[in-house]
């Protein structure tokens, strides 16, 4: 007999929150297992030497998601909760790592609108990630929909298309806000 179908994530989420241990359980398999593929990708680009492993990753970004009180109203919800916690453990990781070179005159190019993820970053990975993060908090105050889309491409990985899904908008909003915050930040990297 073929195993039940897994309710989607929204489903889950809603049903953990309002008590269900069972769809806690399932919901928590379902997101460790997403999150720890979108870790695995993001550092199988990073430098040889990179020291964090996607394990670590996931389990710092699940302990700090699990951590929070506020309702997950949907699985755009979630994710874009799960890619501000990515992004601080990933900063908290470069800031401790920075911390060891003070090396900040790296360069973070931001190139193909369709290939930019953090394997664009180069062998610095620790200050450019931090250079990044300080360039889109600024972004966040001019546009935060566009820094929104940056974090989800950026720090999380994801394509376009799922940004759109996620924010509910078209994917050529997505695309023209991706292009625009690139632009932006490209002239905040270079004076960084």
């Not at 990708?41 to 430098?47: D, P, S, V």
């Not at 953090?118 to 935060?144: F, I, N, S, T, Y």
Request: hydrophobic share 45%; proline share 5%.
């Amino acid at each position: 007999m073929p195993a039940p179908a897994t309710p989607p994530l929204t489903e889950l989420l809603r049903a953990a929150q309002a008590g269900d241990e069972a769809a806690r359980n399932q919901a928590g398999r379902v997101v460790y297992d997403e999150l720890y593929g979108l870790a695995r990708a993001y550092l199988g680009r990073e430098r040889g030497d990179h020291t964090l492993q996607p394990t670590a990753l996931v389990h710092e970004a699940y302990l700090r998601l699990v951590g929070q009180v506020a309702p997950w109203k949907n699985r755009a919800h979630f994710f874009g909760i799960a890619a501000q916690m990515m992004r601080r453990v990933l900063v908290d990781y470069a800031r401790r790592a920075s911390a060891e070179r003070r090396d900040r005159q790296r360069v973070v190019p931001l190139e193909a609108a369709d290939t930019v993820s953090l394997d664009d970053v180069g062998a610095g990975g620790a200050e450019d990630v931090l250079a990044v993060h300080e360039a889109l908090e600024q972004l966040e105050r001019l546009d935060p929909r566009q820094a929104r889309i940056v974090e989800l491409r950026f720090f999380v990985g994801l394509s376009l298309e799922e940004i759109a899904e996620l924010l509910e908008i078209s994917p050529a909003t997505v695309s023209r806000d991706w292009a625009m915050a690139k632009a932006w930040l490209r002239v905040q990297l270079r004076d960084m």
